[in-house]
């Protein structure tokens, strides 16, 4: 089992390729030693062990660690090389920052499902059996989990052995990543005080909730991991920005209309929660009158049945949501070419970026 | 208003004495500043202004701040002197860690109050009009203000300019804490798998949950930006556990029975919540068959009128339960006052850890 005192180099096999998979392997080998060593703290105080299982289970799966391989290729692309202990460390916190996001985003939608399992309020309620106070208490302990993956984020990057001033831009970034989830969310949740066919509102809220945390903060942890300075960061953001609205855009496509190949199943999760998608804003405002209260009247409905969902994605396929969404993600996709293009990035991060932008606009999950 | 960058000395007017009511001026204070810089950023970045507000307007409705007031009294007691920003930043934290723990336990008890004011969800549910979905809603919006209120005490942490060895100090204890509250809460929530009549498991509820994050932590806190060194840490344990215990005991005492002097009226919170308070649990212990099932079937039910509540606290004073809980109170009150004999802390520091050993034995909310 890996541990943080080992030095460990990252998956740079040649100069010309980062091997992503090899990143991946070695992050989950992070997580794996920090969540036992949690797992033999809980057994010698007498917590339960459930707690950190819930979490463990949650991380095996699935997730394709997508933020913990763009901080280690942030990392390189600042000049990082050699032990690549602490930036593992930093990818590490990131995983279980996604999985406290997503526990408390199952919460609050009340969804039944998440990567192939029932969520983990979910499966806390089914725990507590026949007590009437279930659903509450298993929303409660789910709540408390969550919140325990956000705290060992922190101990991840508390216990990351950075030099002071890199620590400081390690916490910045993390710090600010955090507050513009949680705004994003808190739109998402309480409304924008705009119409759901508000484009605009619509955007913004991915912007903060998602093309942040997604890609640019990523990749700037890792870099600020390798010292890098204001100008680095800022081809970070131009570049992380557009690729995480993309890769956002792409997975409210493939949540209502599955994956053009057939390789994800077309569901209904978005269009029963009326998720304030851009691709819902566009179909009411493109729509005409009856099919726009169609819409407005099929969208939001937790029985929403499959002819129903059907009738939605005709209306927002008909109206050309879809395939204004499509020329979004594209336009999108092409900025971060042409920010590549003038990077200058070591070739082995350059290709790893490309691979990234390409499977982040094309399958996402 | 105060910002980070002066320095402030401490509330200590002389050898003698600690101005407790100073230090809670001045962690408003750095609270104020701080919170004025996000309402500002807010503002900047187009986020709803109302969550800034939300947590303002928390910390205005009251709290003593005693956390705050200990890890001043503990960075005194480890020889701090001077330059207090930094202890003051550390207190300021653990107060904004306050905020996140009540504002969430609200949240999972659904409780109606919180400091004379509608608890966080309830108020957010009440913005949310008539929609259906307000309920859910409003508990999500008040997940995520409470979940800002915790990154914010990292923050204030991160950017609390602590010298990198009481830095690493810092995070650890403060790391430890919020472990130690979140699985204390969650035997809370999701039961301890023993039943409501054992006494330890209430107890080692209270252990967790309360009693670190109470007295010990905040006490080691300041002592860690003082630093403090092993023997030291040791004896605020040793001090800290104790007092924290008595004082979750007393807390229990006055949501049952009220102030013995009026002080406080009598609630029925605890009862109907169905709270596994150490009191209640002796209650269940000592009780005959017939007051033990009167009592199994009162508490926990969200519909106790006060005929009920009256019930219970006879039960609960007639088995004696409440002389009870009264003695550990004082056994552990006694066992503090032996620590400080022993302790040879400086004067005023050692008068300040008695005054404030009384008000959390005698008075708290």
Redesign the interface.
């Known amino acids: 089992m890996q541990t943080s005192r080992e030095p460990v180099t990252s998956g740079v096999v040649d100069s010309q390729a980062i091997d992503l998979r090899a990143v991946q392997s070695q992050v989950d080998a992070v997580l794996d030693g920090f969540l036992a060593g949690k797992a033999c703290a809980?057994a010698g105080?007498?917590?339960?062990p459930e707690?950190v299982q819930t979490v463990r289970d949650f991380l095996a799966a699935g997730g394709k660690r997508i933020r913990a391989q763009l901080c280690v290729v942030g990392w390189h692309a600042a000049g990082g090389q050699g032990d690549a202990t602490s930036a593992l460390r930093v990818a590490a916190a990131l995983e279980l920052f996604v999985a406290f996001a997503l526990i408390?985003d199952d919460?609050?939608d009340?969804s039944a499902r998440r990567r192939g399992r029932p969520a983990v309020h979910r499966a806390?309620r089914a725990?507590?059996g026949a007590d009437e106070r279930a659903e509450?208490?298993g929303?409660?302990?789910a709540?408390?989990?969550g919140?325990?993956a956000?705290?060992?984020a922190?101990?991840l990057l508390?216990t990351a052995q950075l030099e002071?001033g890199r620590q400081?831009l390690v916490?910045?970034l993390f710090?600010a990543m955090?507050?513009e989830v949680?705004?994003g969310?808190?739109?998402d949740?309480?409304?924008t005080g705009c119409g759901a066919d508000d484009v605009e509102a619509a955007l913004?809220i991915i912007r903060?909730k998602t093309a942040g945390a997604t890609v640019e903060r990523p990749l700037q942890l890792g870099a600020a991991v390798a010292g890098a300075g204001a100008a680095e960061m800022e081809v970070l953001t131009r570049l992380g920005l557009p690729l995480g609205e993309a890769f956002q855009l792409r997975d409210d496509l493939l949540d209502v209309f599955g994956g053009p190949d057939g390789v994800c199943a077309p569901g209904s999760g978005d269009l029963r929660e009326g998720k304030r998608t851009v691709l819902l804003a566009l179909g009411l405002r493109r729509a005409g009158r009856v099919e726009r209260e169609r819409l407005v009247r099929l969208v939001g409905r937790a029985d929403l049945a499959e002819r129903g969902a059907a009738e939605a994605r005709r209306i927002l396929r008909d109206t050309g949501a879809r395939e204004r969404t499509e020329q979004m993600i594209t336009s999108r996709y092409e900025e971060v070419l042409q920010v590549l293009d003038g990077a200058g990035f070591p070739q082995a991060v350059d290709r790893a970026l490309r691979d990234l932008a390409v499977t982040a606009t094309r399958y996402t999950s």
């Open positions: 809980a105080r007498g917590h339960p707690v408390h919460i609050m009340d806390l725990r507590l509450r208490l929303a409660g302990g709540l408390l989990v919140n325990l956000l705290m060992w922190q101990e508390h002071p400081r916490h910045g710090d955090l507050e949680m705004y969310q808190y739109l949740v309480m409304g913004r903060y």
